[in-house]
């Protein structure tokens, strides 16, 4: 009996113990259950919204980056100043290539003529890599002005440039009125800019005391560009980047009106003229006003001061040093004129 019941009750432990390991098993399960339901969860999570990339920021953090609001700001305000400046163009291809090559042979006699000392003395500037020839109405500017700046420029008395040359008004100026680029007889002013490689002609606004708008211009030779905004240092010559950059190809017709002749400088970079490049520049003087005594007086240096030395495009902002030498960045000797004093 004894025996018997002993039996009992180890089979009762037996079983006891069964159930507690049973029981130990399903808790072990039901952790590894959840431990891996939270793993899941993390990994979702991760995919959802991954940390960020060393080195970036998150996007509200870039919403509220100040230095990218001011690059955006300032890229808005040039983008803005660009679309006024192309509000003040009109542009146009106008003389074919045969045109334009009459056209440049005529330019060729004027050099030509200019080396034979055939001009009167103020048609003709010379600058490095640059000249300049004046017709009908002629300007002192730059380093020719005993005081330099804006407003300072006066036209020559009548007589000291020669007339404006007959091909001018019939293979040029004839054209732009019958295309209606200008009325018939507004130009009384005309200037032939002949440019070498690497020449330029600084940051100016052409002296709004003197010129009625529009200004025009009719480029040969080559094609080059127009640059509105640039600023100017030198030793050695640099130049900043172009409010706008615009392209004038050979026996193309430039405007320039509002906006882009009178808020803001253009100029001639040396990089854009890659070959030998001219251009007619056509103007009204507002001769009523200028022809007062007072605004034809003489205003140059004495002519000992002047002996040797050269100009290049008006003063109009005071840090623009006009009478740098451009040849500077071409590294090629200048293009001289002889001239015969008069």
Not at 30 to 45: D, L, M
Request: glycine letters at 6%; one cysteine or more; a positive charge.
């Amino acid at each position: 009996m004894a025996a018997a019941s002993g039996y009992t009750d180890l089979r009762e432990k037996l079983k006891s113990m069964t159930s507690r390991d049973n029981y130990k098993a399903g808790s072990r399960e039901a952790a590894a259950a959840a431990a891996a339901a939270v793993a899941a969860a993390a990994a979702a999570a991760a995919a959802a919204e991954p940390y960020p990339v060393s080195g970036t920021k998150r996007k509200y953090q870039d919403d509220s980056d100040p230095e990218r609001s001011d690059y955006e700001e300032q890229q808005l305000q040039k983008e803005e100043e660009a679309r006024k400046v192309k509000s003040g163009i009109r542009q146009m291809r106008l003389f074919s290539q045969d045109e334009c090559a009459k056209i440049e042979a005529r330019i060729d006699e004027v050099v030509s003529r200019a080396e034979k000392g055939l001009y009167n003395e103020h048609t003709v500037d010379r600058a490095p890599l640059r000249n300049k020839y004046f017709f009908g109405e002629g300007y002192t500017y730059g380093a020719q002005l005993q005081k330099r700046g804006p407003g300072q420029e006066r036209l020559y008395p009548p007589g000291d440039v020669d007339e404006i040359p007959e091909w001018v008004h019939q293979l040029v100026i004839q054209k732009l009125v019958e295309h209606r680029v200008i009325p018939e007889g507004f130009v009384n002013s005309a200037v032939i800019n002949d440019y070498q490689p690497g020449g330029c002609i600084v940051s100016h606004v052409d002296p709004i005391h003197i010129f009625e708008r529009p200004i025009v211009s009719v480029s040969f030779f080559s094609d080059s560009a127009l640059c509105f905004g640039c600023k100017f240092q030198f030793k050695p010559i640099r130049v900043s980047e172009p409010v706008l950059s615009l392209p004038v190809r050979r026996g193309s017709v430039t405007v320039l009106s509002g906006y882009a002749a009178d808020e803001i400088t253009h100029c001639i970079r040396p990089q854009d003229i890659k070959e030998r490049r001219a251009v007619i520049i056509l103007r009204k003087p507002r001769i009523l006003e200028m022809d007062k005594e007072e605004n034809r007086r003489s205003v140059l240096l004495p002519t000992h001061r002047r002996r040797g030395s050269f100009s290049s495009e008006n003063y109009w902002r005071k840090s623009y040093e006009s009478s740098e030498d451009c040849s500077q960045v071409a590294g090629s000797p200048a293009r001289k004129v002889k001239m015969r004093r008069h």
